[in-house]
Structures are given as structure tokens and as C-alpha cells.
């Protein structure tokens, strides 16, 4: 089973954000191909009249009492950064 | 004793504890002692502390010791899923994009583990960021099935299911997305237990998919499931979804539900692709209940055949958003070569992520993407409200489901290649997360090669004392709970 013509995984790649390679490429195609075909039969669910679930149980309106809390300091906010210096996340440059 | 210590449940371990048989320390010992001299073998652990655990078992021993016991987990060494947090321990969701994080705060359920008095032990495997049934996805090692160790011990909570089964802790946490507590329980021999959605706070879990993830836990009785869900449940500020639940005593309830209840049995669930000896069993076990007195009766849940492809377009379609994070900027893996910005981002997610999770994140950002949202997200939202309606009425004429919990006993490492393949070993699980039900994978038999068998109970939302007790009345009658794998 190929992919349907309108899965253009290097769009959707590209959307998504990540770089694939020549062999994942052709192989995540042919296996969302088919992963993609299976899902085809919920096109044969009438739904028409139904409202859509977004969450089991929906809770609206969660308010906090707007207080400081405690939070991380700087040093283990920052401890799991890549690359860091004089508290701040290096980057790089994004403006030639 | 000791030797055995580590196939003791909880229950009975608190009882030593309290009357001084035994210290926190000798406990975690053992615990220690059994994953150094197995887990080379099951390869259920990521990572572990033993030094800071035996700490935290000393500091349980003098609470103890001057009156000021914290719970019921008050010494008892809990392994954790590696996607729940906890204070300066690695979180790594068994990913190459989170293999050097520490985590810097604790998830609410490990606060509150803790208040219970319990040892924080190790980390455990799963598929990277919870995305499969076998662990085989995790970007590490594949954990093995301490019945077999050419077997996958299920997934993803896999690590979670089989470190219990083999005496390499007392009690675990897993989480449970579509199936990801419930099928490792049945394919190790344990009790697995996911909790309504809601009913347990998610804040400081790793997440896949927000609408569907709940953490539950792997134990070794339904009296021990009872005991960690206390522990665990309950609203939190922390997690918008959380819900404002009553929470009973659970393990009090347990004593005073006797039944007879009236139990469904959904014929799609009894379908083709069902395992023989799987049947059987579930079979005898419904059995069981008739002859106790409850009235078996067979329901429908028809659109249970859209399952899988619902959870595929809206378990993908979360992933693919939650991920999202994972840029290589603030925190995780950040690619050496990168060019410039963009493609930091593109090389970051290339060289992080494993290729399940590639595929689900484009996936799920092909439902998304402009032009598809209605026929793919859309639609399965309306579905699964169909699905979530087709539960609620069973529950009419019902208290609870028995079914099987996985379609087969464990299966071979390697032996499913093809996503596709993989993903229909939820068949049985992922209404239940779609529903927001709450449901448990208990033991109830063996296949002729010796591997576990599993029945899965669903039950009403937020009405797990029943569900439990429902289980334990099963339990009481057999003894699959005292066998063990020889290790």
C-alpha cells in the first residue's frame, strides 16, 4: 500500500520540524500510507448530528487565586540548558 | 525473611514495618539487592540510586522510630515510570532527547507519595515518550518479560510491569494513554490500575497526549492497588484538567462491597484476533463471577471497531503538539552542526527523537494541518464521542466490563516490525481512555508456554472503590497472584 497522494511528508515534515532522512522518508510515507488507510473507515461513521469530545470529564473555567507562588531558582531553571551563560540560554544568532 | 521480602505486597509489608520486624532499611535492601543481581537480565531500569535510596529508607526508620510515621507507603520503595518527575533524579521518557535532564521539581503524585512516607526508587523503562506496547520503542534497551525473556514485557509502562514482577520493587507508577498500565500488567502477571481521567493530577508527567494520559499504578494485589490509589488521587491546582472528586477510603470500601453486581460482557471484544487461550481464560473468569451471583449479561459497544483509528488521529494529533517543546533551546537534546536557528530546530528533533515518535508526530501534524482538520481530527472527535456514548449506555444496565485485556500473551521481542501490527494490541484498551473510564488488567491465568493472562474490568467514572472491589472478589478465589517467574 503506497501513500495517498495528498500525504506530502516532506511538507508535513517541514511543518513539524524535523529533518529526515532519504530512507525515513520513504519508509514513514509507506507506513503512515498505511496507517492512513486503515484509519479511512471512520469515514464511514454518520456523524452528522454529533457534537465533538474533547475531553472526557471538561472542566471550564479553573481559576487560581492570582498569588506568588514559590517557584525554581535561576540556577535550576537554567540547569538542563544546553548552553548557558550569565544566566541566559545561548542561542544562536538570529539576526544577520 | 528477607529473601522473600520482595514479593510481599504492601499490606503485608506495613504490618512488619509497624510491628518492627522489619526496618525501611532491610526492605529497600532487599529490593536493592534482588535488581542488582536480575536487572542485567529484565532490563526494567533505566537508572537507580541506590545510595539516596537507602537514605530516604533510613530517614523513613527514624520517622518511624520518634512517632511521626507519614501513611500508608510510610517506607515502602515505589519504582516511577521514567516520565514522572521527581526531585533531582534523570527524567529522561527513555529518549535520546531527554537522556541528561535532571529533573528540577517534583510531579504532584511523587509530593504526594512522599507525604505518604514512601522510598522514591528507581527509573523505569518505557517506549520513548510512551508511544508503543513492548518497550521495544524506548531509545536505551527493550525490557524483557520476567516469564520469558525472549518476550516483550508490553508497553509502554513495560518497565513499570516487569520490575514489579520481578521483585525489583514493591509497587510502581506507569501512566496509561491508550492501554500503557493495563496491557504490560497482563502480559507480566500483575495488577495494573488507570484511574478515571481526572481523578489523578498529571502535573509533573511527561506529556503524549493530554486528553487521554492518566498515571496509575502496578501492584502486586487489588488491596496494594487500593492502598497507592489513596495515596495518589485527588484535585490539584496544578493540572486544569483535574477533577473535583469525592475520595473514598479505598481499601475500607473494599471490605464493605460484596456485590452481586451485574456485569457486561461486550461481544466485540470476544471478535476474531482473539488469542484461543486467552479466552479461555477470560472465559472462566466470567465464569467465577456467575457462580457468585452476578448476572452476566452480553452488551453491545458497536462502534468499538473505530477505536484504534480514533486514538491514532487524536493520540497523534495531541503528541504532536505536546512535542512541540522539544526544539533544543531551553532543555534536551540540542543537534552541534545546526546552521542557524531553523535548523537547530530540524536537527535537534532529528537526532532526539526515535522513529515511532517521528512518525506520530507527522502524523499527527498531517490531521492538523490546514485542509485535513475536519475530515481527520474533527471527525474523530465526533466518533469518539459516539464511542464515549456507546460505554454510558452499557452502564444503563450494568455496574462494570469484563473483558480481556490484551489480545495475546506476550509475544516475541522483534516480532511485530510493522506499526500498523503493533498498534492493534490496544484493541481492547484504548476505548477506556477514550471513554475517560476508569478500567484494571488483573491476573487471571496462564498460556500453556507459562506466560500471563490478564482480565480487564472496566468500570463507571469515579467509581473505582467499586471497581476494586469487583477485582478483589476475584482475587480472594485465586491464587495466580502467589505465582512468580523463576528468575
Known amino acids: 500500500m503506497s501513500a495517498p497522494a495528498d500525504l506530502n511528508i516532506d511538507h508535513v515534515a517541514r511543518l513539524a520540524r524535523i529533518a529526515l532522512t532519504p530512507g525515513e522518508r520513504e519508509q514513514f510515507a509507506r507506513q503512515l500510507g498505511d496507517v492512513l488507510a486503515s484509519i479511512e473507515q471512520l469515514k464511514k461513521v454518520d456523524v452528522s448530528s454529533v457534537e465533538p469530545t474533547a475531553h472526557a470529564f471538561p472542566v471550564a473555567n479553573v481559576w487560581a487565586e492570582d498569588v506568588a507562588q514559590p517557584g525554581l531558582t535561576v540556577e535550576a531553571a537554567l540547569r538542563n540548558a544546553p548552553a548557558q551563560r550569565d544566566h541566559m540560554i545561548v542561542v544562536p544568532k538570529v539576526v544577520e | ?487
Open chain 2, 1 to 487: 525473611m528477607s529473601a522473600e521480602l520482595h514479593y510481599k505486597p504492601i499490606a503485608e509489608l506495613a504490618a512488619l514495618l509497624d510491628a518492627k520486624k522489619i526496618s525501611s532499611v532491610e526492605l529497600t535492601q532487599a529490593v536493592v539487592a534482588r535488581t542488582k543481581a536480575l536487572d542485567g537480565r529484565v532490563k526494567a531500569f533505566n537508572s537507580y540510586d541506590e545510595a539516596d535510596a537507602l537514605a530516604q529508607a533510613a530517614a523513613s526508620d527514624a520517622r518511624r522510630a520518634s512517632g511521626q510515621a507519614r501513611g500508608a507507603l510510610e517506607g515502602i520503595p515505589v519504582g516511577f515510570k521514567d516520565v514522572i518527575a521527581v526531585t533531582g533524579q534523570p527524567l529522561t521518557a527513555s529518549s535520546r532527547m531527554l537522556a541528561n535532564f535532571v529533573s528540577p521539581y517534583d510531579a504532584t503524585v511523587t509530593t504526594r507519595l512522599k507525604n505518604a512516607g514512601a522510598v522514591c526508587w528507581g527509573r523505569l523503562n518505557l517506549d520513548e515518550f510512551a508511544m508503543g506496547s513492548s518497550t521495544e520503542n524506548s531509545a536505551f534497551h527493550t525490557t524483557r518479560n520476567p516469564w520469558d525473556l525472549t518476550c516483550v514485557p508490553g508497553g509502554s509502562s513495560g518497565g513499570s510491569a516487569a520490575a514489579l514482577a520481578a521483585g525489583e520493587a514493591i509497587a510502581t507508577l506507569g501512566s496509561d494513554t491508550g492501554g500503557s498500565i493495563r496491557q504490560p500488567a497482563a502480559l507480566c502477571g500483575v495488577v495494573g490500575l488507570k484511574p478515571t481521567y481526572g481523578l489523578v493530577s498529571r502535573y509533573g508527567l511527561i506529556a503524549f497526549a493530554s486528553s487521554l494520559d492518566q498515571i496509575g499504578p502496578f501492584t502486586r494485589t487489588i488491596e496494594d492497588a487500593a492502598i497507592m490509589l489513596g495515596a495518589i488521587a485527588g484535585h490539584d491546582g496544578r493540572d486544569s484538567t483535574s477533577f473535583r472528586a469525592d475520595i473514598p477510603d479505598y481499601r475500607t470500601e473494599l471490605t464493605k462491597r460484596k456485590g452481586p453486581w451485574r456485569l457486561g460482557i461486550p461481544k466485540e471484544y470476544f471478535g476474531a484476533g482473539l488469542d484461543p487461550e486467552v479466552a479461555a481464560a477470560v472465559e472462566q473468569a466470567i465464569a467465577f463471577y456467575r457462580a457468585q451471583g452476578c448476572e452476566i449479561k452480553e452488551v453491545s459497544l458497536p462502534q468499538t471497531e473505530h477505536g484504534v483509528g480514533v486514538y491514532y488521529i487524536i493520540a497523534t494529533a495531541e503528541c504532536s503538539s505536546n512535542l512541540s517543546r522539544y526544539d533544543g533551546i531551553r532543555y534536551g537534546h540540542r543537534a552541534k552542526e545546526a546552521k542557524d536557528l531553523l535548523d537547530l530546530y530540524f536537527q535537534s528533533r532529528a537526532e532526539g527523537f526515535g522513529a515511532e515518535v517521528k512518525r506520530r508526530i507527522i502524523l499527527g501534524t498531517y490531521v492538523l494541518s490546514s485542509g485535513y482538520y475536519d475530515a481527520y481530527y474533527l471527525r474523530a472527535q465526533k466518533v469518539r464521542t459516539l464511542i464515549r456514548q456507546d460505554f454510558l449506555n452499557a452502564y444503563r444496565e450494568v455496574d462494570a466490563l469484563l473483558t480481556p485485556t490484551a489480545p495475546t500473551p506476550a509475544f516475541k521481542i522483534g516480532a511485530k516490525a510493522d506499526p500498523l501490527a503493533m498498534y492493534l494490541c490496544d484493541i481492547y484498551t484504548i476505548g477506556v481512555n477514550l471513554a475517560g473510564l476508569p478500567g484494571l488488567s488483573l491476573p487471571c491465568g496462564f498460556s500453556r508456554s507459562g506466560l500471563p493472562i490478564g482480565l480487564q474490568i472496566i468500570g463507571q467514572p469515579f467509581k473505582e472503590a467499586e471497581l476494586l472491589a469487583i477485582a478483589r472478589t476475584y482475587e480472594q478465589a485465586h491464587d495466580w497472584k502467589n505465582r512468580h517467574p523463576s528468575l
